[in-house]
């Protein structure tokens, strides 16, 4: 391997090391001004465009809260539909 091969291998490593340093700064951002401004701040590129979301730590809390505050679907009878028996 040669100076050439290495420094190829390196500059591959860290294009692969700013690109996920800028998508965890791009995950645990408030909202787009937010990373943004981190990523310029840092000397990042902005995050891959692979297709891959990119949610806020802001959107998956709100998420969250959104799951746990889910009433589940359950179909109630009606009571109008059921029969009247005497007596009730």
Do not use: H, I, K, W
């Not at 001004?33 to 990042?44: A, K």
């Not at 998420?63 to 109630?76: G, I, K, M």
């Amino acid at each position: 391997m040669g100076f050439a091969d290495a420094r190829a291998a390196a500059d591959r490593a860290e294009t692969v090391q700013r690109s996920q340093a800028a998508r965890t700064v791009a995950d645990n951002s408030v909202d787009a001004n937010d990373c943004r401004e981190l990523l310029l701040m840092l000397g990042l590129p902005d995050p891959p465009a692979d297709g891959a979301p990119v949610r806020t730590q802001n959107e998956r809390a709100q998420d969250q809260r959104a799951a746990e505050q889910r009433v589940p679907d359950y179909a109630y009878p009606d009571p109008s539909d059921s029969p009247r028996q005497p007596g009730t």
